[in-house]
């Protein structure tokens, strides 16, 4: 059996002839990808069959939503023109935001009802039954996935092109001395999987060859969380920077 098509239309930009796509439907999230919705709503009436609608004419939130709702039909704070993927492991895999015109929709993607709550939806739009209208867009976001010379690029940025960790255990161990034996060590075997983590070994470390250590080892581990080490940099190089 062939697999259902789901018909998007960006309507976006305005244009009289709008970009459509057709996308294969996809589990709505998995670990590497998400499709976000929006629910665009409005109230209104047609005059002479024109339909006069907007969201500044909704009722107060007992009766009406608000102008724009997620998924769950809860208020959005965003819409289309300011939604932001959660964090900077996520990328907008989609251009842009598209109207799902899969459903039973007019020719611009809206669904009528007489009420928002407790009436059938429907495309076709016959005046004594369709006072609230609501059209649902989608965009599809997906992880970011490093590549491994980025991780080199993050070592550079922090040590400089000529550094390695081999240099640094060897000054270490020539002008630290005991020290190496007498200093209360960080568990240098552990994993350095977020930025959390990285701050507080880099807080306990009593000596310079274990902070670069950490560092290397949350480069190594980090995964999505190398997306946040720019916010850090600067403080790690207060505790780098005698070795670069």
Not at 87 to 103: E, Q, R, T
Not at 151 to 162: C, D, I, P, S, Y
Request: proline share 6%; aromatic share 12%; charged share 25%.
């Amino acid at each position: 059996m062939a697999e259902q098509q789901i018909n998007l239309v960006d309507h976006t930009d305005g244009d009289n002839t709008p970009t459509t796509r057709t996308e294969t439907p996809q589990p709505p999230h998995t670990p590497d990808s998400h499709i976000d919705v929006l629910y665009e709503n409005q109230r209104g009436w047609f005059v002479f069959g024109i339909p006069l609608f907007s969201s500044k004419a909704l009722w107060n939130l007992r009766i009406d939503p608000a102008p724009w709702v997620d998924s769950k039909f809860r208020p959005s704070a965003v819409n289309i023109t300011n939604a932001q993927v959660p964090d900077p492991s996520w990328v907008w895999d989609w251009k842009s935001w598209y109207v799902d015109m899969s459903l039973d929709v007019d020719e611009e993607g809206w669904q009528y009802s007489l009420l928002f709550k407790g009436s059938p939806w429907h495309g076709n739009h016959p005046w004594f039954h369709s006072f609230v209208r609501r059209r649902r867009w989608l965009r599809k976001r997906v992880k970011q996935r490093l590549p491994p010379k980025t991780k080199e690029n993050l070592r550079e940025r922090l040590f400089g092109e000529t550094f390695s960790i081999g240099t640094t255990l060897a000054r270490s161990t020539t002008f630290g001395g005991s020290s190496m034996q007498d200093s209360s060590q960080t568990s240098l075997n552990d994993e350095v999987k977020d930025i959390a983590t990285l701050m507080m070994k880099l807080k306990k470390a009593a000596i310079d060859r274990e902070k670069i250590v950490v560092i290397h080892k949350f480069i190594d581990d980090g995964g999505e969380e190398l997306h946040y080490l720019a916010e850090q940099v600067s403080y790690i190089y207060l505790h780098v920077a005698m070795l670069c």
